[in-house]
């Protein structure tokens, strides 16, 4: 696949992405302390000694967060290097106690993997993984409690992140934002990360630069802590337009350390001094290297279940989906359940048609996620076993799936409770169809002349007659027979 | 009876148990000593209420017959150690007002024990010197004299006060920590025994960190016996300290009796440095003869990276100390001096907390770990320090234990060797390669210098092999029947 | 290798220490002191040979994943210099 190209006022540029990743690993406890992790806890609540750096104290590692990293490896087939070292990365920040943030930075614990993109037109892309390290997060700053100061929460810092980046194969901020969503289905897939934005269990840094196509790598600019995927997609859009517009004016491009404003939709520099970083990073005396049992690692691999990519397949084989189709329900593990439950002995292009277009169009409107869906799975099978065996109709399905979406209520109850159950006696169409005939009588005579399209006038009416209650089929047989006289 | 504070700790745990003296006496007697000691420096913040406190509850644990190992026991504590409340100083004014929230745990192990604190020792600041000169409280004066001579004289560092403290028989016994030979000099220096044991072997949580990978928590006493009884309340394996072993510790002063016969002692030439006082030597030659004629097989080994020890320390510890010591910033904890916003507070604070010795010592350590420098700096320490720990596995294919001179030079005046930093370096010349393997030893005092100042003799041995070094100890402390006090503190 | 003022700045700087201008010259002197006798080091040959990462070879801990700090926010903050509403408070970061 050729790389999108971006047009400029001196002709076409390509865009170079690269994004590093942290993801909060879920965790009890904190990566080298038996602090809570709890999101929204009261400020500086969830800090041990050794999180608020006191003289003396010494960091523990947790297995579990050790496992999560190794897992997410595996997820992402990578390399799974059975010695890593934990090294200092030294600095000084208000929310960074010890000075040092404990990361990985020669031997990291997860080296080169892959993730596949599903692009929009059906097609697949590779994306390399250069790394997966484990780390600390570091302290919260606020900035606007009083003037003047800043007020550090250390309840974040501590807790187990996994960065995970991206070698710079990224084209598009369309791109981009598939790395993301696809390396966020995983994680959730895998319960590794809960792939939360809003508060910030996944945040991302996007290396944005330009070039002639096929030409140099150009200068690149490090965009800070976005927060959503379309805030992503928006900063990658701007600052792809601010370096092409700054290069054919004549500028060059700074290395710099860029945040995306939302509100303003740009990018701009940090105020804060940009001086040469030298994070002096060495081995972590106090722990030992990272030794991992290779019997130990081959066991989580035997327990990584099917993630998105083997699904969308399966649901392409099994289910006839179309590969859009499949790519859009494994997005989302819970997704993907939902429809599995669904489409189980009921026919798949129903079941997806009815997940993708109606369930979606109501959760987007709702503004829910799927795992908070007023409407279960089990409760949309018996919706579809209705329309089946001809309870309801097709048309009156839809009305009984609103009603269910607002209430809550089972399929069957909606329809005995609005009367909605479908009249299957012949006696009663048969009526309803002599009572518009009788009154129609000038466009039977009409149709009888040879003007078939009326045909579908005769049946709206009918049903209007009925409520819309009337079997469909039943309602054209009989009609069919009526009007042939 | 001997003065209860010239009792040692065996002597001391015996007269409780049989009910001669109460704890409370024992510690009375030593808050007496500690208060009229107090031109000797030796204590940044006495504890005498909890002494009497503490003693109080050990004779009721002894009435009961509950007593523990060091039951009733005065000690005095390193002021590097984290005491819940009392406050911890580190000997820097950077850490003002601390009162730690927490215990380290080889307190917190001693005070199971039944030991009772007196106080918190002086200490070159961040324990980063040999003399006990650079501590933010001030010089620790020794109770030792030289000869016709007023002259003050440093107890040696950076344990000082620990080690004068022990010497002038203001405490029975203290704690000490050793990175470079912190316990070893001081104990030298003070004509008393010192103790490191083998990383790993007592805990580091609790303890202010100065160079991770080298510090170790030991005891400083009046004899072997007592040191050994002090590391087998101290040692043990703490699960919140990620570089202690997993191993039983043994029964430390069941080694003392352990006969001598057969043991291999290798005495490696390249500690016989250019200019070592023919006194030092002699002393030498003396342990040399003592371990023979008891038993021991005694011949030369090589220890060939010696001489870069020394320099190899100085790297490596400076380095990891840069980092330990970037905590203290002036906003959780301790001093706090006002500056241009936030970076300017940084480098207040720790402009006016630190002194010069911690200064130089972080400076060349950022820069040692600096981009472009790293490899030729702290890399190429670590891999010679790969080369001393493969000298010493060598050495013990031959031998058991090493015996050396503890320092160079007996105490030298307070003032002196102040002007050139190298020159003070060179006092750890033979303690830091021990430090540097990580390996386990003791100091012993074996004579007096011309002068009447104490001279120390050492044993290093086997990593985790304690025992065998208590046993030669013990063997050198037989021999040498050291029995010389301070006269520079009235009792 | 010697250092001058410049580079002793920029150490300083890294390792957030204020130099009086009247003391940068003895630092200077005394640091290339100290650089001067551990060049020595260089001499030595290292080909091949691992750098040390501990002097007693054991495996690293691992903990279990329990919550096991009962989160004292006072003990916490009981030595902070400056606090409110429960924050460490620091003169305002610019970002
Ligand atoms: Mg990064
Ligand atoms: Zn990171």
Same mark, same amino acid.
């Given at each position: 696949?050729?790389?999108?190209?971006?047009?400029?006022?001196?002709?076409?540029?390509?865009?170079?992405?690269?994004?590093?990743?942290?993801?909060?690993?879920?965790?009890?406890?904190?990566?080298?302390?038996?602090?809570?992790?709890?999101?929204?806890?009261?400020?500086?609540?969830?800090?041990?000694?050794?999180?608020?750096?006191?003289?003396?104290?010494?960091?523990?590692?947790?297995?579990?967060?050790?496992?999560?990293?190794?897992?997410?490896?595996?997820?992402?087939?990578?390399?799974?290097?059975?010695?890593?070292?934990?090294?200092?990365?030294?600095?000084?920040?208000?929310?960074?106690?010890?000075?040092?943030?404990?990361?990985?930075?020669?031997?990291?614990?997860?080296?080169?993997?892959?993730?596949?993109?599903?692009?929009?037109?059906?097609?697949?892309?590779?994306?390399?993984?250069?790394?997966?390290?484990?780390?600390?997060?570091?302290?919260?700053?606020?900035?606007?409690?009083?003037?003047?100061?800043?007020?550090?929460?250390?309840?974040?810092?501590?807790?187990?992140?996994?960065?995970?980046?991206?070698?710079?194969?990224?084209?598009?901020?369309?791109?981009?934002?598939?790395?993301?969503?696809?390396?966020?289905?995983?994680?959730?897939?895998?319960?590794?990360?809960?792939?939360?934005?809003?508060?910030?269990?996944?945040?991302?840094?996007?290396?944005?630069?330009?070039?002639?196509?096929?030409?140099?790598?150009?200068?690149?600019?490090?965009?800070?802590?976005?927060?959503?995927?379309?805030?992503?997609?928006?900063?990658?859009?701007?600052?792809?337009?601010?370096?092409?517009?700054?290069?054919?004016?004549?500028?060059?491009?700074?290395?710099?350390?860029?945040?995306?404003?939302?509100?303003?939709?740009?990018?701009?520099?940090?105020?804060?001094?940009?001086?040469?970083?030298?994070?002096?990073?060495?081995?972590?005396?106090?722990?030992?290297?990272?030794?991992?049992?290779?019997?130990?690692?081959?066991?989580?691999?035997?327990?990584?279940?099917?993630?998105?990519?083997?699904?969308?397949?399966?649901?392409?084989?099994?289910?006839?989906?179309?590969?859009?189709?499949?790519?859009?329900?494994?997005?989302?593990?819970?997704?993907?359940?939902?429809?599995?439950?669904?489409?189980?002995?009921?026919?798949?292009?129903?079941?997806?048609?009815?997940?993708?277009?109606?369930?979606?169009?109501?959760?987007?409107?709702?503004?829910?996620?799927?795992?908070?869906?007023?409407?279960?799975?089990?409760?949309?099978?018996?919706?579809?076993?209705?329309?089946?065996?001809?309870?309801?109709?097709?048309?009156?399905?839809?009305?009984?799936?609103?009603?269910?979406?607002?209430?809550?209520?089972?399929?069957?109850?909606?329809?005995?409770?609005?009367?909605?159950?479908?009249?299957?006696?012949?006696?009663?169409?048969?009526?309803?169809?002599?009572?518009?005939?009788?009154?129609?009588?000038?466009?039977?005579?009409?149709?009888?002349?040879?003007?078939?399209?009326?045909?579908?006038?005769?049946?709206?009416?009918?049903?209007?007659?009925?409520?819309?209650?009337?079997?469909?089929?039943?309602?054209?047989?009989?009609?069919?027979?009526?009007?042939?006289? | 009876?001997?003065?209860?504070?010239?009792?040692?700790?065996?002597?001391?745990?015996?007269?409780?148990?049989?009910?001669?003296?109460?704890?409370?006496?024992?510690?009375?007697?030593?808050?007496?000593?500690?208060?009229?000691?107090?031109?000797?420096?030796?204590?940044?913040?006495?504890?005498?209420?909890?002494?009497?406190?503490?003693?109080?509850?050990?004779?009721?644990?002894?009435?009961?017959?509950?007593?523990?190992?060091?039951?009733?026991?005065?000690?005095?504590?390193?002021?590097?150690?984290?005491?819940?409340?009392?406050?911890?100083?580190?000997?820097?004014?950077?850490?003002?007002?601390?009162?730690?929230?927490?215990?380290?745990?080889?307190?917190?192990?001693?005070?199971?024990?039944?030991?009772?604190?007196?106080?918190?020792?002086?200490?070159?600041?961040?324990?980063?010197?040999?003399?006990?000169?650079?501590?933010?409280?001030?010089?620790?004066?020794?109770?030792?004299?030289?000869?016709?001579?007023?002259?003050?004289?440093?107890?040696?560092?950076?344990?000082?006060?620990?080690?004068?403290?022990?010497?002038?028989?203001?405490?029975?016994?203290?704690?000490?920590?050793?990175?470079?030979?912190?316990?070893?000099?001081?104990?030298?220096?003070?004509?008393?025994?010192?103790?490191?044991?083998?990383?790993?072997?007592?805990?580091?949580?609790?303890?202010?960190?100065?160079?991770?990978?080298?510090?170790?928590?030991?005891? %400083? /006493? &009046?004899?072997?016996?007592?040191?050994?009884? $002090?590391?087998? =309340?101290?040692? @043990?394996? #703490?699960? *919140?300290?990620?570089?202690?072993?997993?191993?039983?510790?043994?029964?430390?002063?069941?080694?003392?009796?352990?006969?001598?016969?057969?043991?291999?002692?290798?005495?490696?030439?390249?500690?016989?440095?250019?200019?070592?006082?023919?006194?030092?030597?002699?002393?030498?030659?003396?342990?040399?003869?003592?371990?023979?004629?008891?038993?021991?097989?005694?011949?030369?080994?090589?220890?060939?990276?010696?001489?870069?020890?020394?320099?190899?320390?100085?790297?490596?510890?400076?380095?990891?100390?840069?980092?330990? %010591? /970037? &905590?203290?910033?002036?906003?959780?904890?301790? $001093?706090?001096? =006002?500056?241009? @916003?936030? #970076?300017? *507070?940084?480098?207040?604070?720790?402009?006016?907390?630190?002194?010069?010795?911690?200064?130089?010592?972080?400076?060349?350590?950022?820069?040692?770990?600096?981009?472009?420098?790293?490899?030729?700096?702290?890399?190429?320490?670590?891999?010679?320090?790969?080369?001393?720990?493969?000298?010493?596995?060598?050495?013990?294919?031959?031998?058991?234990?090493?015996?050396?001179?503890?320092?160079?030079?007996?105490?030298?005046?307070?003032?002196?060797?102040?002007?050139?930093?190298?020159?003070?370096?060179?006092?750890?010349?033979?303690?830091?390669?021990?430090?540097?393997?990580?390996?386990?030893?003791?100091?012993?005092?074996?004579?007096?210098?011309?002068?009447?100042?104490?001279?120390?003799?050492?044993?290093?041995?086997?990593?985790?092999?304690?025992?065998?070094?208590?046993?030669?100890?013990?063997?050198?402390?037989?021999?040498?029947?050291?029995?010389?006090?301070?006269?520079?503190?009235?009792? | 290798?010697?250092?001058?003022?410049?580079?002793?700045?920029?150490?300083?700087?890294?390792?957030?220490?204020?130099?009086?201008?009247?003391?940068?010259?003895?630092?200077?002197?005394?640091?290339?002191?100290?650089?001067?006798?551990?060049?020595?080091?260089?001499?030595?040959?290292?080909?091949?040979?691992?750098?040390?990462?501990?002097?007693?070879?054991?495996?690293?801990?691992?903990?279990?994943?329990?919550?096991?700090?009962?989160?004292?926010?006072?003990?916490?903050?009981?030595?902070?210099?400056?606090?409110?509403?429960?924050?460490?408070?620091?003169?305002?970061?610019?970002?």
């Amino acid at each position: 696949m050729t790389a999108p190209l971006v047009e400029g006022a001196t002709g076409p540029w390509e865009v170079v992405i690269g994004l590093e990743v942290h993801a909060q690993v879920v965790s009890n406890a904190k990566l080298f302390s038996g602090a809570a992790t709890a999101f929204g806890a009261e400020p500086n609540s969830q800090v041990s000694f050794v999180d608020a750096a006191m003289p003396g104290m010494l960091p523990v590692i947790n297995r579990h967060c050790v496992e999560q990293a190794v897992k997410t490896g595996l997820a992402l087939e990578a390399r799974i290097n059975l010695v890593s070292v934990f090294d200092r990365k030294n600095y000084f920040y208000p929310d960074l106690p010890a000075g040092y943030q404990i990361s990985q930075y020669k031997n990291p614990i997860v080296g080169t993997g892959t993730i596949r993109l599903d692009m929009k037109d059906g097609s697949t892309r590779t994306i390399g993984i250069t790394r997966l390290h484990l780390e600390q997060d570091a302290g919260k700053s606020l900035h606007d409690v009083a003037p003047g100061a800043s007020h550090v929460d250390l309840n974040r810092a501590g807790v187990a992140l996994m960065e995970i980046v991206s070698e710079p194969d990224l084209r598009s901020a369309e791109e981009a934002g598939a790395y993301l969503k696809k390396l966020r289905a995983i994680l959730r897939y895998i319960g590794t990360c809960d792939g939360n934005m809003e508060e910030g269990s996944l945040r991302c840094d996007a290396n944005v630069s330009v070039r002639r196509p096929g030409g140099a790598l150009g200068t690149r600019c490090e965009i800070k802590n976005v927060n959503s995927i379309r805030f992503l997609q928006r900063a990658i859009e701007y600052e792809t337009q601010r370096q092409i517009e700054l290069i054919e004016g004549g500028g060059t491009v700074v290395q710099e350390t860029r945040l995306y404003d939302a509100n303003k939709g740009e990018t701009r520099a940090m105020r804060s001094k940009e001086e040469a970083h030298d994070y002096r990073y060495f081995p972590d005396p106090d722990l030992m290297p990272l030794r991992l049992d290779p019997a130990w690692v081959a066991r989580l691999k035997a327990g990584v279940p099917e993630l998105p990519d083997a699904k969308k397949d399966r649901f392409m084989a099994a289910y006839g989906l179309s590969a859009y189709d499949a790519g859009v329900l494994v997005g989302d593990q819970v997704a993907a359940d939902y429809f599995e439950t669904v489409a189980k002995g009921r026919d798949a292009k129903l079941a997806a048609n009815w997940v993708m277009v109606e369930l979606f169009g109501a959760l987007n409107r709702l503004g829910k996620e799927i795992d908070a869906s007023p409407v279960s799975a089990v409760q949309l099978c018996g919706l579809l076993d209705l329309m089946a065996d001809g309870t309801i109709s097709g048309r009156l399905a839809k009305d009984v799936f609103a009603a269910m979406v607002e209430t809550g209520k089972d399929a069957a109850i909606v329809v005995e409770e609005k009367g909605l159950r479908q009249v299957t006696d012949t006696g009663a169409i048969e009526a309803a169809i002599d009572a518009i005939m009788a009154r129609e009588a000038a466009k039977v005579a009409e149709y009888r002349a040879g003007k078939d399209k009326l045909f579908g006038f005769f049946v709206g009416q009918v049903m209007r007659a009925m409520g819309g209650k009337a079997n469909p089929a039943q309602l054209n047989d009989l009609l069919k027979h009526k009007l042939a006289g | 009876m001997a003065a209860l504070t010239d009792l040692t700790i065996s002597e001391a745990r015996a007269g409780l148990r049989a009910r001669s003296f109460s704890a409370r006496e024992l510690a009375d007697a030593h808050v007496g000593a500690m208060e009229r000691a107090r031109e000797l420096n030796a204590f940044i913040t006495e504890t005498a209420d909890a002494a009497r406190a503490g003693a109080g509850a050990s004779d009721a644990r002894l009435a009961r017959g509950e007593a523990g190992p060091l039951e009733g026991i005065p000690l005095a504590i390193k002021d590097l150690f984290c005491t819940k409340g009392v406050t911890t100083t580190a000997g820097s004014h950077i850490l003002h007002g601390f009162a730690s929230p927490y215990e380290s745990t080889v307190t917190a192990n001693l005070w199971r024990a039944g030991a009772v604190m007196l106080g918190k020792t002086n200490l070159d600041e961040f324990a980063m010197g040999s003399s006990n000169m650079t501590s933010y409280h001030g010089p620790v004066v020794s109770p030792w004299r030289r000869k016709g001579s007023n002259a003050r004289l440093v107890p040696g560092g950076s344990s000082g006060g620990s080690a004068a403290a022990v010497a002038a028989r203001l405490c029975l016994g203290a704690t000490g920590t050793d990175t470079g030979g912190s316990i070893r000099q001081p104990a030298a220096f003070s004509g008393i025994v010192g103790l490191k044991p083998t990383y790993g072997r007592c805990s580091r949580l609790g303890i202010v960190a100065f160079a991770s990978s080298l510090d170790q928590a030991g005891p %400083l /006493a &009046r004899s072997v016996r007592d040191c050994a009884i $002090l590391l087998g =309340a101290m040692a @043990g394996h #703490d699960p *919140l300290d990620s570089t202690s072993v997993d191993r039983p510790v043994p029964d430390y002063e069941a080694a003392l009796v352990r006969p001598l016969k057969g043991l291999r002692v290798g005495v490696p030439k390249e500690y016989r440095v250019d200019g070592m006082p023919a006194e030092i030597d002699a002393l030498w030659r003396q342990g040399v003869a003592w371990l023979t004629d008891q038993g021991a097989t005694v011949r030369e080994v090589s220890l060939p990276h010696t001489r870069h020890a020394l320099p190899t320390y100085y790297i490596v510890a400076p380095a990891e100390a840069s980092s330990n %010591l /970037a &905590r203290y910033d002036g906003v959780r904890y301790g $001093l706090r001096v =006002a500056g241009d @916003g936030v #970076d300017g *507070l940084y480098e207040a604070t720790r402009a006016a907390g630190f002194g010069a010795e911690v200064q130089r010592r972080v400076l060349i350590g950022t820069y040692v770990l600096s981009a472009g420098y790293y490899d030729a700096y702290y890399l190429r320490a670590q891999r010679v320090r790969t080369l001393i720990a493969r000298d010493f596995a060598r050495a013990y294919e031959q031998v058991d234990v090493l015996l050396t001179p503890t320092a160079p030079s007996a105490a030298f005046a307070i003032g002196e060797k102040m002007d050139d930093p190298v020159a003070m370096y060179l006092n750890d010349v033979f303690t830091v390669p021990a430090s540097l393997a990580g390996l386990p030893a003791i100091s012993v005092p074996a004579g007096l210098s011309a002068d009447g100042l104490p001279l120390g003799l050492q044993i290093i041995g086997r990593a985790f092999d304690e025992e065998t070094v208590i046993a030669a100890g013990a063997a050198l402390e037989r021999a040498a029947g050291f029995s010389h006090r301070p006269d520079g503190i009235a009792p | 290798m010697s250092l001058d003022k410049a580079t002793v700045a920029r150490i300083a700087r890294l390792a957030r220490l204020r130099i009086e201008a009247q003391d940068q010259e003895r630092m200077v002197g005394e640091l290339n002191g100290i650089l001067t006798w551990i060049e020595q080091l260089r001499a030595v040959d290292v080909e091949g040979v691992e750098p040390m990462t501990s002097v007693v070879a054991m495996d690293l801990v691992l903990r279990e994943d329990v919550v096991t700090i009962p989160g004292d926010r006072d003990a916490v903050l009981a030595n902070a210099p400056a606090k409110e509403h429960g924050f460490f408070v620091v003169p305002k970061v610019v970002e």
